[in-house]
């Protein structure tokens, strides 16, 4: 196997499967080649990677070591595809009656689905994250490419507990602005004790389902590694949870106007 | 740019979004080389990845044409899959009150969502699937994994409609060998009329939740590219729905055994 053609394998293997660990040893041995060289190859494609902005590739000595790529992106690349994804959202036809956004069809396309997990993953992976929680319905993609991007499980929270998920956890808590009391519920085996976790929603007003998550991870003494959504909505200002990274910022709502927003706050930094 | 670094380069943009169309010009534009290298270069990338049984890299000629790649998977590998999943889920404590299995571990772990996307989506692709369907919750990540393996978008019938759907179309339905009247919605923009659908669940009974998928497509004159499923029960044998492909039979659940599985009947042809 020539060199062109062993390193493009090593990126196959590589991206096919971002977050798990491959061997030097398994991979020298496919590639028939010694792990010395593979060493050199995984070398030269980390640089690669790094210049273009590309993911990081991550390499770990010892017996049980190996390599992992992880699609994590710049600061260029994000801001480009919120640019895109602002854009998107504020055509005039995805507003609903009541104020609200048609956004299904973006969060359940897998290629947003794909981007704004990328970006998570991106923003939260120094945070040592090691599941990602989100509540059913709409935030499971984002929460599954996001857990996905960074190599670990996603968990789910139910608005009612399941049979099919044996004994749970559940809370009760209010929506924010109203009195009306609501349930959400964690398999009992869905998470080890003392897990670093990262939280994830689609859309945020007040913060509530956002907290009550938090709230369900205190109950399985669990650690909030992070607490990422893709919208968050610019009133009230001030949410029941005390920080927060959003893609997106929605300023209003008009059937004249269609949505408008901003990119979130994280991007004003740079 | 050496032609090793360009081929891990072309690797790396065709398999970080899967199913999408790269465009030739764009590429060698960025790479910096003649159209006719990245050709010969994809030619390679082609040829290397059919050995390896590692998906398809196909090419299409004319102005809007270009390159992509389907991460479609072999016989062999399929049946590697299936058999390991198998063995993941015959631990016996895995078995519920009920005769339930506990599966959202599995089914919420990026990984084997993955690999059961990409199963899907290499027994469909050639079917001229548009769109992914499931109904909410469980499904919700085979279902995005097949329709990001395939380059299109998925679409999830509710439970109840939403108002942050907009209008929808309700059907009613009964659960197999119940009385019980169950009701399945689809938002009216979600699906264009005349699309191909995929139907795609987590685990079937009787089959009254995917033929009720299959009455709400006809609502949007849609046509059923194919029905899939990663655990059809093998009783009862006789299914509400005509034709379908399970990539595991559950033969039976007891708290003593665990629960028993076979492979699906495809894997019974090879």
């Not at 977050?19 to 050199?40: D, F, P, R, Y």
């Not at 709230?215 to 590694?225: D, K, S, T």
């Not at 959504?229 to 927060?244: D, G, H, L, N, R």
Request: glycine share 8%; net charge neutral; with cysteine.
């Amino acid at each position: 196997m020539k060199r062109a053609d062993r390193l493009a394998a090593i990126v196959q293997r590589l991206l096919e499967r971002p977050g798990q660990l491959h061997s030097l040893t398994q991979m020298s041995e496919e590639l028939g080649v010694a792990k010395s060289t593979i060493s050199e190859d995984l070398a030269r494609i980390r640089q690669a990677f790094a210049e273009a902005g590309l993911g990081r590739v991550e390499t770990f000595a010892g017996v049980n070591g190996g390599v992992r790529y992880l699609p994590l992106r710049g600061e260029a690349t994000i801001r480009a595809w919120a640019e895109e994804l602002r854009a998107l959202l504020q055509q005039p036809d995805r507003v609903l009656p009541g104020g609200l956004i048609y956004l299904v069809d973006v969060l359940f396309n897998p290629l947003w689905a794909q981007r704004v997990g990328e970006t998570f993953a991106s923003w939260f992976h120094a945070q040592r994250v090691e599941y990602v929680l989100t509540v059913e319905t709409r935030g499971v993609p984002l929460a599954l490419f996001t857990a996905w991007a960074l190599g670990c499980p996603m968990v789910l929270a139910r608005r009612n507990s399941r049979a099919t998920e044996g004994s749970a956890v559940s809370i009760h808590y209010a929506s924010t602005g109203s009195d009306r009391i609501q349930t959400m519920s964690l398999a009992r085996r869905a998470l080890p004790p003392g897990s670093r976790v990262l939280v994830v929603d689609d859309f945020m007003r007040g913060g509530g389902s956002v907290r009550a998550m938090c709230h369900l991870l205190e109950e399985f003494e669990a650690e909030v590694a992070g607490v990422a959504v893709m919208i968050a909505t610019s009133v009230p200002e001030e949410k029941e949870v005390p920080a927060y990274e959003a893609m997106l910022v929605l300023e209003d709502v008009t059937e004249s106007h269609g949505p408008r927003l901003r990119l979130g706050d994280r991007f004003r930094e740079g």
